[in-house]
Structures are given as structure tokens and as C-alpha cells.
């Protein structure tokens, strides 16, 4: 199994900046990839953006040019740089993480998310 630790929310003034971090832990055979989601009150979730193990990235069109998403493959760990955050942004962020799993073959492949970490932009 994965454990997904998050952290760095808060609250930030518009135009301000956070890093989110999303920390991969267990059996971990290789982190094949991490996404950030976010939900704001009475909204479905969303897709924020993703990067592959080998730095391929994807952005909410919403976010390009502010946030920047980076992976550290060494510390199987995830990060989220927003910059100019506005208050739009405010929602909970979770973060995805693609892992293949275990020691000894068969080797599994599974989808897993974190506990959430809210980030609050006041206007």
C-alpha cells in the first residue's frame, strides 16, 4: 500500500504564493506519477495538474502560468508551486499518486489519493 501525506495549505492573501507538498510512502517500486485535484465547496473535483516520473506535465488551463507542479523521483514526493494565487482557488487540493508496488514480482499498479489540504486565498 501507498500512504500520501500532504502539506504546505494555508491561507494567503490574492496574489500571493504557497507550495504544496505530497509525500509517497510504503512499498513503493516506483512512483510512476503524481496529480494534483482540488474541490471548492459545492463543485466537483477538478484536475489542477500532473507530471509523469519523467517530467511530462499537464495543466488545468485555469492555473497556466501560475502553478508549476515538479517531482522528485529520489524522495517520491510530489510538489505544487501557485503562484498569484486568487481567491478563485480556494478549494481542498489532494493529491494522486500512480504507484507500482511491492518487492517480488507480480509487481501492482494502483491509483491513491491523500487526506486533502485546504488552501484558502482571501480577496
Known amino acids: 500500500q501507498v500512504q500520501l501525506v500532504e502539506s504546505g495549505g494555508g491561507l494567503v492573501q490574492a496574489g500571493g504564493s504557497l507550495r504544496l507538498s505530497c509525500a509517497a510512502s510504503?512499498?513503493?517500486?516506483?512512483?510512476?506519477?503524481i496529480g494534483w485535484y482540488r474541490q471548492a465547496p459545492g463543485k466537483q473535483r477538478e484536475l489542477v495538474a500532473t507530471i509523469t516520473s519523467g517530467g511530462m506535465t499537464n495543466y488545468a488551463d485555469s492555473v497556466k502560468g501560475r502553478f508549476t507542479i515538479s517531482i522528485d523521483n529520489a524522495k517520491n514526493t510530489g510538489y505544487l508551486q501557485m503562484n498569484s494565487l486568487k481567491p478563485e482557488d480556494t478549494a481542498v487540493y489532494y493529491c494522486?499518486?500512480?504507484?507500482?508496488?511491492?518487492?517480488?514480482?507480480?509487481?501492482?499498479?494502483?491509483?491513491?489519493w491523500g487526506q486533502g489540504t485546504q488552501v484558502t486565498v482571501s480577496s
Open positions: 510504503g512499498s513503493i517500486f516506483r512512483l510512476n506519477g
Open positions: 494522486n499518486a500512480d504507484a507500482t508496488t511491492g518487492s517480488v514480482f507480480p509487481l501492482r499498479t494502483g491509483s491513491y
